[in-house]
C-alpha cells in the first residue's frame, strides 16, 4: 500500500528535526518519487540539493513550502531530480558492491 502511495505522489516530504539515515528517504528514490527533506543528521548523505533531491533547513516553513511549490510546478525539474536519486539509491544498494566493501573491511580488519 506504502508504494502505491508513494507512486501516486508528485513529492515525498520529509520534516524531520533529527535524523539519522531514513530508510523512507531511500525508498521513495528507489521508486522515482522526487523527495523534499529537512537538511538533519545523515540525511545529507543521502540526498544533494538540487541534484537528487532537495535539501532545506530544518524549522524553515517558508523553504519548504517554495521548494515543495517549486517541484510541483516543474515537471522537468522534477522528473531529472527523480531520475537522478533513482540512480543513486539503485548505486547505493547494489548488493554486489555492498558485499565487496564488507569483505574488504574484513580483510582490513584481518590484516
Not at 49 to 58: D, E, I, N, Q, R
Not at 65 to 90: F, G, H, M, P, W
Amino acid at each position: 500500500k506504502l508504494k502505491n502511495h508513494l507512486l501516486d505522489s508528485d513529492v515525498y516530504v520529509h520534516p524531520s528535526y533529527i535524523e539519522n539515515s531514513p530508510n523512507s528517504i531511500c525508498e521513495a528514490q528507489l521508486i522515482g518519487v522526487p523527495v523534499i527533506c529537512t537538511n538533519v543528521g545523515g540525511v545529507s548523505s543521502l540526498v544533494q540539493h538540487s541534484f537528487s533531491g532537495f535539501l532545506v533547513p530544518a524549522n524553515d516553513p517558508y523553504q519548504l513550502s517554495y521548494s515543495i511549490k517549486k517541484i510541483t510546478n516543474d515537471k522537468l525539474l522534477a522528473s531529472r531530480v527523480s531520475e537522478n536519486a533513482r540512480k543513486v539509491a539503485i548505486e547505493r544498494n547494489n548488493v554486489k558492491l555492498i558485499l565487496s566493501e564488507l569483505i574488504n573491511i574484513y580483510k582490513s580488519i584481518i590484516s
